[in-house]
């Protein structure tokens, strides 16, 4: 069973960027698809992006695939989420999520279909 632990999150101005990371432990990483979602106050979880075990696949919800962009490192068991040109409307609670199924198989755009999850890191974008 995989835990994980999101960090980098923080305060950037509108137009800024963050990295963020997942770090996996006690499960076999490259075994799993890999999810960012995030939870803005009042909203509904909604997904970001997705990775393929092996990191050459990959899925974004369109409004954000110009800006983010999600990878993987399976040499140190990590999953990354760049966001560039940041906007006020991405802050939120991010976090990383993790299913154990091909990455073409059953719904890797939904949050019922992640067994794992981190805690999350607050991202704030300031006006």
């Known amino acids: 069973q995989v835990q994980l632990v999101e960090s980098g999150g923080g305060t950037v101005p509108a137009g800024g960027s963050l990295r963020l990371s997942c770090a996996a432990s006690?499960?076999?990483?490259?075994?799993?698809?890999m999810g960012w979602f995030r939870q803005a106050p009042g909203k509904e979880r909604e997904f970001v992006a997705a990775v393929s075990s092996d990191g050459y696949s990959t899925s974004y919800t369109d409004s954000l695939k110009d800006r983010f962009t999600i990878s993987r490192d399976n040499t140190k068991n990590t999953v990354y989420l760049q966001m560039n040109s940041q906007r006020p409307e991405d802050t939120a609670v991010y976090y990383c999520?993790?299913?154990?199924?091909?990455?073409?198989?059953?719904?890797?755009?939904?949050?019922?279909?992640?067994?794992?999850w981190g805690p999350g890191t607050q991202v704030t974008v300031s006006s």
């Open positions: 999520a993790a299913r154990q199924f091909p990455f073409y198989t059953g719904n890797r755009y939904s949050a019922a279909g992640y067994a794992y």
């Open positions: 006690g499960g076999t990483f490259n075994s799993y698809t």
